[in-house]
């Protein structure tokens, strides 16, 4: 007997949401989240989803669990054909990939993300790098940010490290404006931009101005909370609602594809006993 979801299970939903029956989707490599949500989608609202799994490039796999790692060819079975990497970026290129999923460790209230260096004159933390989130984030036609670390918790000196921030240190991959407030309209870019921010916390959207702006929050979650959490001035959509949460039969099938819970490994330790009433 389901009675409650997980955040994590809450977030897989609320990633899904953000994707459109009919569409082609690209979800990188790195976040078993998305690549649940993905799956999800394709199992519910969005059947004719062409789905590009991360590092296999696999079209429309199906894995019969999710492994601890996308860059196992498990991830790849079943899938109908595999890209080379050249044919991804080119599909992007031509305007025929419609969502790609994108993260770092700032998120800024233009979207931009940073996953390369913290620090602006003074290296203080390297950081991955993007891999091709730069490209493609200009290319793709919808983006939908995520991330798990949107309520920052204080370090040993008591400060507090916003994902969520007023100006990123590096812009990996771009937004809806650069630091020089131009926006990727008079950049000539093909994609329209973020769409979406799914967090620990809720949901944001973004104005006709390109600034984030929440637009719901998870049960139990306040707007002050919310506010605390974030590192610029939070603007509201109209209506700040309740996220609803997945039915059963959603929870059931998540639970399904990931037998080894893997995705919890993506959601903070203090975070992973949170639940919500099915």
Known sequence: ???????????????ARTVEDGTLAF??????????????????????????AGATYGINPNP???????????????????????ELFDLAAAGRMQRMFLSGLQIDKWGNCN???????????????????????????????????????????GRR??????QCDFVTSLG??????????????????????VTDLGVFDFDAEGHARLRCVYPGVSINEVRDSTGFA????????SMPLPDRETIALIRRLDPLHVHEHEVRAEDRDRRFAA
């Open 27 to 52: 979800h990188g490599y790195g976040s078993p989240l998305v690549q649940l949500a993905l799956h999800v989608a394709k199992r519910t609202h969005a059947p004719n989803l062409v789905l590009v």
């Open 176 to 197: 809806h404006r650069g630091v020089d407030g131009r926006d990727r309209r008079s950049l000539s870019h093909r994609g329209k931009g973020p769409q979406w921010i």
């Open 115 to 157: 996953v390369t260096r913290l620090g602006t004159d003074r290296l203080a933390m390297k950081l991955p790098g993007g891999g091709g989130g730069c490209n493609l984030s200009c290319d793709v036609d919808q983006v939908t940010l995520w991330t798990t670390g949107h309520r920052p918790a204080p370090d040993v000196a």
């Open 64 to 86: 019969p669990f999710l492994s601890p790692t996308s860059n196992d060819w498990v991830m790849d079975r079943g899938a109908a054909h595999s890209l080379d990497i050249e």
């Open 161 to 166: 490290r916003f994902r969520l921030v007023e």
């Open 234 to 241: 939070l603007r509201l959509a109209e209506n700040v609602e």
């Open 1 to 15: 007997m389901i009675r409650d979801c997980s955040l994590g299970e809450l977030m897989v939903t609320a990633i």
